[in-house]
């Protein structure tokens, strides 16, 4: 409980960290600290509640069944089932390649004719 209490301040300090911070809470493992309202007597309360009630334990153990769990089923799937229909079958590469390709050969083919084809005429009319 302290180690999520201590992950917790860190999340709190980080300005990127609220909706994890949020997530937690509505989980009920944890409890937000404001930067704005921080005070040693409010961090000694949030770290004897967390102590104290069995709830945040429960909630905590219940994440951390559903997390294996996740692990676990996460290697039965297999790994082209968890990817898209474009990805599995490499048609974005596909698609590049393919692009790739007839902006070359559209790019050649200008060229052959704006600058071969006349250059052909001329010397033909010698």
């Known amino acids: 409980m302290v180690v999520l209490l201590a992950a ?3 999340f709190i300090l980080q300005p990127d960290q609220f909706g994890n911070v949020e997530k937690l809470e ?6 937000s600290l404001s930067k704005l309202n921080l005070t040693v007597d409010g961090i ?4 004897k509640r967390l102590l104290s ?5 429960k909630n905590a153990e219940r994440l951390q069944f559903i997390a294996k769990m996740n692990i676990l ?4 799937i297999v790994v082209n ?3 898209g229909f474009i990805r599995r079958n490499y048609i974005d590469a596909y698609g590049a390649f ?14 052959y004719l704006k600058l071969l084809i006349p250059l052909y005429k001329i010397q033909r009319l010698y």
Do not use: C, P
Not at 73 to 76: A, E, F, K, V
């Open 53 to 57: 009630e069995e709830s945040f334990k």
């Open 73 to 76: 089923l996460r290697d039965w």
């Open 26 to 31: 509505m989980a009920g493992m944890a409890l």
């Open 44 to 47: 000694v309360l949030k770290i």
């Open 81 to 83: 089932t968890r990817i």
């Open 98 to 111: 393919i692009i790739i390709l007839l902006a070359l050969v559209g790019g050649f083919g200008y060229v």
């Open 8 to 10: 917790m301040n860190q």
